[in-house]
Structures are given as structure tokens and as C-alpha cells.
T-cell receptor
Framework: QKEVEQNSGPLSVPEGAIASLNCTYS??????FFWYRQYSGKSPELIMS????GDKEDGRFTAQLNKASQYVSLLIRDSQPSDSATYLC?????????FGAGTQVVVTP | DTAVSQTPKYLVTQMGNDKSIKCEQN?????MYWYKQDSKKFLKIMFS???????INETVPNRFSPKSPDKAHLNLHINSLELGDSAVYFC???????????FGDGTRLSIL
């Protein structure tokens, strides 16, 4: 069983719609959770961090965390073509980040 | 100013050679990392240093040797390069373990 699992996609989203990305993790002791965006040929860029259950909003992004279900998600509202990228879920486990394989998002005009 | 900088950006070399990649961060962070991202885009941690001390050493061939001369620098030396070493290597840093990490632009290593 992979420690951090994401759907690989591609997730096709019409411009202006909401993109919903999901991530599950195996380590119940994890306390820190992150979403990174990676454009093709570029480095991962931190877009959200979340540490407690519930929702956290930052601009068009909302991260949701449910530790009991070992589930973290990312919503992208009013999706733009510039949001087309791979989104990596990262979960802190034993002092290191475990990354999921990433979900590719394609926003279509 | 670039927060985490790596050199070189591209590295093309032949099997069996030895090469080094350098990384520097100007964020004042205590922890630095090396990651490998393979052709399937999976990002996997290799090493982590906290204030010049090795704290994470994943299952990596001993041909890979990290070195941290000070907490702002973390270099990676690779001996006897193999075809399977072809990947993008990312350096990252964070204030402490478990904190958000900031990545360098990566070094694309291609083995001929």
C-alpha cells in the first residue's frame, strides 16, 4: 500500500468550474499536510498547508482535512487555464514528507 | 534573489562518470533535502540534513554521497553513474522537519 495516494488523472475541468482533488494517506500520526503545484518541467511550488481538521481557504484554493478518515483534499474555484498543472499531495510522516504521485489537472477554455 | 538555487541546471554525461550537484539556500532554514523525480514524475526523498547533520538517509545506493559544509549548502556527489540515475534531482529546504519545503529549480541528469 502506497503511503500517499492520489488519482493520477488527467482531471479535465471547464474554465470557471471547480476542480476537486483528493488524497488519502496511511500514517495516522501525520500532523502536517501540503499541496504543491508543479508545472511541466518546473519545480514543485507550495500552494497550501493545513494542520488541523476542517477547511482552510486561500484565494481560490480551499484545503480540507479529515484526520479520522485520513483524507485531505484541494478545491480550486473558478479554474483558469493557468491552473493546468500536476498537483502533488504531501504528508509529513516521521519527520519527512511523503509525496503522492500527483494529479494532472487540465483546464479547458 | 533565488531562495533555493541548484547548479548545474542540466547535466549530460556518460555511464561510469562521477558528477556533483550543488545547492544553496538563502532562506535561513535549518533543514535541507535531496529528492529524485523519475520519468513517472514520482518525487522521492533521498537525504535530509538538519543543521549540517544527516537525519534522513533513504534506501539509496552508496554511490550517492551528500555533503553539507554548512546549513546553507547541501551538495550531492554521485559515483559511477548508471543509466537508472537519469532523473531530475531537486534540492529543497525548510525551517525545520515537517515544515513547508521550498524547492530549487532542479538538475536534469541524463546518462548516455
Amino acid at each position: 500500500q502506497k503511503e500517499v495516494e492520489q488519482n493520477s488523472g488527467p482531471l479535465s475541468v471547464p474554465e470557471g468550474a471547480i476542480a476537486s482533488l483528493n488524497c488519502t494517506y496511511s500514517d495516522r500520526g501525520s500532523q502536517s499536510f501540503f499541496w504543491y503545484r508543479q508545472y511541466s518541467g518546473k519545480s514543485p511550488e507550495l500552494i497550501m498547508s493545513i494542520y488541523s481538521n476542517g477547511d482552510k481557504e486561500d484565494g481560490r484554493f480551499t484545503a480540507q482535512l479529515n484526520k479520522a478518515s485520513q483524507y485531505v483534499s484541494l478545491l480550486i474555484r473558478d479554474s483558469q487555464p493557468s491552473d493546468s498543472a500536476t498537483y502533488l499531495c504531501a504528508v509529513e510522516s516521521w519527520g519527512k514528507l511523503q509525496f503522492g504521485a500527483g494529479t494532472q489537472v487540465v483546464v479547458t477554455p | 534573489d533565488t531562495a533555493v538555487s541548484q547548479t548545474p541546471k542540466y547535466l549530460v554525461t556518460q555511464m561510469g562518470n562521477d558528477k556533483s550537484i550543488k545547492c544553496e539556500q538563502n532562506l535561513g532554514h535549518d533543514t535541507m533535502y535531496w529528492y529524485k523525480q523519475d520519468s513517472k514524475k514520482f518525487l522521492k526523498i533521498m537525504f535530509s540534513y538538519n543543521n549540517k547533520e544527516l537525519i534522513i538517509n533513504e534506501t539509496v545506493p552508496n554511490r550517492f554521497s551528500p555533503k553539507s559544509p554548512d546549513k546553507a549548502h547541501l551538495n550531492l556527489h554521485i559515483n559511477s553513474l548508471e543509466l537508472g540515475d537519469s532523473a531530475v534531482y531537486f534540492c529543497a529546504s525548510s525551517q525545520d522537519q515537517g515544515q513547508p519545503q521550498h524547492f530549487g529549480d532542479g538538475t536534469r541528469l541524463s546518462i548516455l
